[in-house]
């Protein structure tokens, strides 16, 4: 079941509880998150496949069916 992220963006905590907000680009569903909001996971349909987000602490790892990014 998908639930739809409010605008372009999700927060999660870092290890010392600090609130981190991520933002992109284009609309991402929610797919799951910790109860602790620890970490997320998004998915969005691209025109090559599936594109997901995971979203731990200050990180943020994009999957693309064409492109592998981590910021």
Do not use: R, W, Y
């Given at each position: 079941m998908f639930w739809s992220c409010i605008a372009?963006?999700?927060?999660v905590l870092t290890p010392?509880?600090?609130t981190v907000?991520?933002?992109f680009?284009?609309?991402y569903d929610l797919l799951t998150?910790?109860?602790d909001r620890k970490f997320a996971v998004l998915a969005k349909k691209t025109?090559?496949?599936?594109?997901?987000?995971?979203?731990?602490?200050n990180l943020s790892l994009e999957i693309?069916?064409?492109n592998?990014?981590?910021?």
């Open positions: 372009n963006g999700e927060s010392d509880n600090s907000q991520h933002t680009n284009s609309s998150t910790t109860f025109p090559d496949g599936m594109a997901v987000k995971v979203l731990i602490g693309t069916p064409t592998t990014e981590l910021n």
